[in-house]
């Protein structure tokens, strides 16, 4: 699907489109899980508005999700997420104030926020990473102005990543790089039938006696970056994806909201290999189950972000 076509949806059109990638058997009240409904049609009602018939609740497609209560149009929500899906870089919630006609800059950063954790597939929605694993880890953020020598590493957030070869991508901050942060990370995550790929970053050591496939080392320092097999080039070019749209379309991401992004652009690698239309899909199915409400959000300085 193009995003002209989603504009030239309808809006009945754009609510079977979404209740068919919610729902593909049929609606299931998300207050209870039953499956047993009509569809209320008197005057009045909101067009696509269901009651339970298990426990009499009113719900529509939206309730329950990302969607939640929002008063953007579901053909918007629809682009909205379509965009974000179907840019390799991401897009900025300027940008899509502009392209979806937003009137504020507010709305649009909010909507793009929760886009983001509809993204978010790890850890709960996702089985175990698996296979070859390349782990890394890299600074990111802070200023770009007046980088240089006088640049304080406390200026920028560590982000850890861990790369399936060929495969999904999970990535997040972490406030140390130390061995307890890092190992914590990479044993709740990968299966433990793997094997790990790493730098020679101390943190990483022992490490493969966790898991089967062991442990590859490829030493930087040494101007090695492949050895065989081993080698971290994925996480690696995961990484340069990750700033190029960190420091290029969002200009600065403030610390506290860094772990969306992670979750955005984990999420657009691990669905690199399907088309625009299906990336979409999958996004709009992690709408479910998932609210975020704006309040909780913008403590922080939303200019910043
Ligand atoms: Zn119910």
């Given at each position: 699907m193009t995003l002209i076509e989603i504009a030239q949806m309808t809006i009945p059109q754009a609510r079977k489109y979404l209740e068919s990638i919610r729902w593909p058997n049929g609606p299931v009240c998300p207050h209870c899980g039953g499956v047993r409904q009509w569809k209320i049609r008197t005057k009045s009602a909101r067009p696509g508005v269901y009651k339970?018939?298990?426990?009499?609740?009113?719900?529509?497609?939206?309730?329950?999700?990302?969607?939640?209560?929002?008063?953007?149009?579901?053909?918007?929500?629809?682009m909205a997420f379509h965009l974000m899906c179907s840019s390799k870089k991401g897009v900025s919630a300027l940008q899509l104030q502009r392209n979806l006609g937003l009137r504020s800059y507010k709305t649009a950063w909010h909507l793009s926020h929760r886009i983001r954790l509809a993204m978010k597939d790890f850890p709960v929605h996702m089985p175990p990473l698996q296979g070859t694993?390349?782990?890394?880890?890299?600074?990111?953020?802070?200023?770009?102005?007046?980088?240089?020598?006088?640049l304080k590493l406390s200026n920028k957030t560590a982000v850890l990543a861990l790369v399936e070869r060929k495969g999904r991508a999970y990535a997040k901050p972490v406030k140390r790089v130390d061995a307890k942060a890092l190992k914590g990370t990479i044993?709740?995550?990968?299966?433990?039938?793997?094997?790990i790929m790493t730098d020679e970053w101390s943190a990483y050591h022992g490490i493969g006696g966790f898991f089967d496939?062991?442990?590859?080392?490829?030493?930087?320092?040494?101007?090695?970056?492949?050895?065989?097999?081993?080698?971290?080039?994925?996480?690696?070019?995961?990484?340069?994806?990750?700033?190029?749209?960190?420091?290029?379309?969002?200009?600065?991401?403030?610390?506290?909201?860094?772990?969306?992004?992670?979750?955005?652009?984990?999420?657009?690698?691990?669905?690199?290999?399907?088309d625009d239309t299906e990336r979409t899909r999958q996004a709009i199915k992690g709408a479910d189950r998932k609210r975020l409400m704006y309040e909780r959000m913008v403590n922080s300085d939303i200019e910043r972000s």
């Open positions: 339970c018939r298990e426990c009499r609740k009113q719900y529509s497609v939206t309730v329950g999700t990302v969607m939640h209560s929002s008063k953007l149009s579901l053909r918007k929500w629809i694993v390349e782990v890394d880890e890299t600074y990111i953020g802070g200023r770009m102005r007046n980088q240089g020598r006088g044993l709740g995550m990968v299966d433990e039938n793997s094997t496939g062991g442990h590859g080392v490829v030493c930087h320092s040494d101007g090695e970056y492949v050895r065989g097999v081993v080698s971290t080039n994925q996480v690696e070019s995961f990484f340069a994806l990750l700033k190029r749209g960190v420091h290029g379309i969002f200009h600065h991401v403030s610390k506290e909201h860094l772990f969306r992004y992670c979750d955005e652009f984990s999420f657009r690698w691990s669905y690199r290999k399907v």
